[in-house]
């Protein structure tokens, strides 16, 4: 109990200090080790990154990312299970802080192969946490997901909720979560943990976007489906939501991008470890999401109402407050047509 009062009161001491800070200063420029940097998430973070005059080096392995997603020079080619590798770069870069992105996000996938996640994920963590260790980097902000809810009863989700994944990407990272609990207490290495909701959108100015493969997202199959005309599968119009379809909670991706800078600050600023949600605190159903599709797009989208996916909650939306609080986050473009506008700015592109 006093623990927990104590940690409260060096939480809002800390935001004390950031928020004046933040008033008084030009940002501190950061040594920033990215992993996963040429993902989707991970690049648009870069982006933003090295836009508010950060230095920010990238550890990928390609598996998943893309060489054109990262500037010239930024990308190291390393695995994540390469600990030696991954230490000798920290120290040579003296890095600040690590925003650890690099992992394979496919519930679907891994229900069939868990072992291939609990790997990447998992051992992929422990490694990049012990070349960490070795190297004396202190601060971490990880990419966790509302995943680790499983399927909660009840929405807005609090990061207050049982943890209880209910399959192994899930599961991965509320085992990172852990891990990152254990780091802390024994070697005072701190960590946020973001856990995601619905990251979507694109760059504005469509340099970066979503390029998944294969493609299993709702927002870039509608925008696949309007440009192909071969229609899209709603999975499921029979849930207990106002018109049927499962509800989520979409973030922009940029908007995501700014609470790992924001994370990384508060960090720095000796703020301790926590987990955040990050969403807007508005639920968007399956069929609200084709309809902001054809309004951005003036176009119809072709879909055909097919049976559940397995694995899919009825709805997850977030309750973001505390990332608001704590860390002085808000979104900018909350907007789904914003959202939708930005991604299709980028399909268009990408024809
Ligand atoms: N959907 C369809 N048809 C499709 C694709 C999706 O109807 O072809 C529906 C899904 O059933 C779901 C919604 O659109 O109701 C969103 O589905 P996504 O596949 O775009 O995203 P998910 O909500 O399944 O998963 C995302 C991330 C996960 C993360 C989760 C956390 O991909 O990594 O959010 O909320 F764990």
């Not at 590798?85 to 690099?102: E, G, N, P, S, Y």
């Not at 990049?128 to 966790?144: E, N, P, R, T, W």
């Not at 397995?310 to 608001?324: C, F, M, T, Y």
């Amino acid at each position: 109990m006093g623990g927990s009062l104590h940690k409260q009161l060096r939480a809002i001491w800390h935001r004390a200090v950031m928020l004046l800070q933040s008033s008084l200063e030009p940002v501190t420029p950061r040594k920033i080790l990215v992993t996963g940097g040429a993902g989707y998430i991970g690049s648009h973070t870069v982006r933003l990154l090295l836009r508010q005059g950060h230095d920010v080096t990238v550890v990928d392995n390609l598996s998943k990312g893309y060489r054109h997603n990262v500037p010239a020079g930024r990308l190291h080619e390393i695995d994540l299970s390469d600990t030696a590798a991954l230490t000798r770069l920290m120290k040579a870069k003296q890095c600040d802080a690590v925003i650890h992105f690099a992992a394979f996000i496919a519930v679907g996938e891994s229900m069939r192969e868990p072992a291939r996640y609990f790997t990447n994920n998992v051992a992929g963590s422990l490694s990049l946490l012990d070349a960490m260790v070795q190297a004396g980097v202190k601060h971490i902000v990880f990419s966790s997901t509302a995943a680790v809810y499983g399927n909660p009863h009840t929405s807005p989700i609090l990061e207050t909720f049982p943890i209880q994944a209910v399959n192994p990407y899930g599961e991965s990272k509320v085992m990172v979560e852990t891990l990152l609990g254990w780091f802390d207490q024994i070697h005072r290495l701190t960590s946020v943990c973001l856990r995601y909701f619905n990251a979507s959108g694109a760059d504005p100015e469509a340099a970066l976007g979503e390029e998944h493969e294969p493609e299993t997202h709702l927002i870039p199959l509608a925008l696949r489906a309007v440009q192909t005309g071969k229609p899209i599968t709603i999975f499921g119009g029979d849930y207990t939501t106002p018109d049927g379809t499962c509800i989520r909670d979409y973030i922009h991706v940029n908007d995501l991008a700014q609470a790992h800078i924001l994370a990384v600050e508060y960090l720095l600023n000796g703020g301790p470890s926590d987990q955040f949600n990050v969403g807007t605190g508005a639920g968007s159903s399956v069929l609200e999401m084709i309809r902001a599709v054809e309004e951005v797009t003036g176009k119809k989208v072709p879909y055909v109402v097919g049976p559940r996916r397995e694995g899919d909650p009825p709805s997850l939306v977030a309750n973001s407050q505390k990332l608001r609080d704590r860390l002085g986050w808000s979104p900018q473009y909350a907007d789904l047509r914003t959202i939708v506008a930005h991604a299709w700015k980028f399909a268009e592109k990408q024809k």
